[in-house]
């Protein structure tokens, strides 16, 4: 089952996968992706902490390919462009507008291929659940304006602003 709503469970730092552990957990992934779109959440990618495992394990599937993310991180970013309305599984309420890059180099991946380019949704993607490895969220990218308080807020929570991330503490 996919975690919703716990930002303090999804903000863990995980655990290199071992190599005996990757298939168990690439199939745990594509089972919850799966059932996920079956119920109509829409997503293309899900990382082994949305599902409680903190692991360093990824899926993304986007149209005609398949990418598994397996202990790697980017070590090359290329073009920055703002991404209207990101979303996550684990916040299905929430869409925010983010800042991401359109090109990466992925690296030190534990299954082949091990280092790749990726472009367009695939790049954010890669980018959106190698964050989730190391317990950043997508709304930590988020394109902060000024608001009247009684906007919408930025954050995709429907509420007014001022009752939102415009408390004052």
């Given at each position: 089952?996919?975690?919703?709503?716990?930002?303090?469970?999804?903000?863990?730092?995980?655990?290199?996968?071992?190599?005996?552990?990757?298939?168990?957990?690439?199939?745990?992934?594509?089972?919850?992706?799966?059932?996920?779109?079956?119920?109509?959440?829409?997503?293309?990618?899900?990382?082994?902490?949305?599902?409680?495992?903190?692991?360093?394990?990824?899926?993304?599937?986007?149209?005609?390919?398949?990418?598994?993310?397996?202990?790697?991180?980017?070590?090359?970013?290329?073009?920055?462009?703002?991404?209207?309305?990101?979303?996550?599984?684990?916040?299905?309420?929430?869409?925010?507008?983010?800042?991401?890059?359109?090109?990466?180099?992925?690296?030190?991946?534990?299954?082949?291929?091990?280092?790749?380019?990726?472009?367009?949704?695939?790049?954010?993607?890669?980018?959106?659940?190698?964050?989730?490895?190391?317990g950043k969220l997508f709304f930590d990218y988020s394109i902060k304006r000024k608001l009247k308080p009684n906007e919408l807020c930025y954050c995709?929570?429907?509420?007014?602003?001022?009752?939102?991330?415009?408390?004052?503490?």
């Open positions: 089952m996919i975690i919703t709503n716990d930002e303090i469970l999804l903000r863990s730092k995980c655990e290199d996968v071992l190599p005996d552990e990757v298939g168990e957990i690439i199939s745990k992934l594509e089972y919850e992706l799966n059932n996920a779109n079956r119920l109509g959440k829409s997503g293309i990618g899900l990382a082994a902490p949305q599902i409680g495992i903190l692991k360093k394990a990824a899926i993304i599937r986007c149209d005609n390919y398949n990418i598994d993310l397996v202990n790697c991180n980017i070590e090359k970013f290329f073009d920055q462009i703002k991404i209207p309305q990101e979303g996550c599984l684990s916040f299905p309420t929430k869409l925010v507008d983010t800042m991401r890059y359109q090109e990466v180099y992925v690296v030190n991946n534990l299954i082949y291929p091990h280092s790749f380019i990726c472009t367009g949704i695939s790049a954010i993607a890669c980018q959106h659940e190698i964050d989730h490895f190391n995709g929570s429907f509420l007014k602003f001022k009752k939102c991330c415009g408390k004052i503490s």
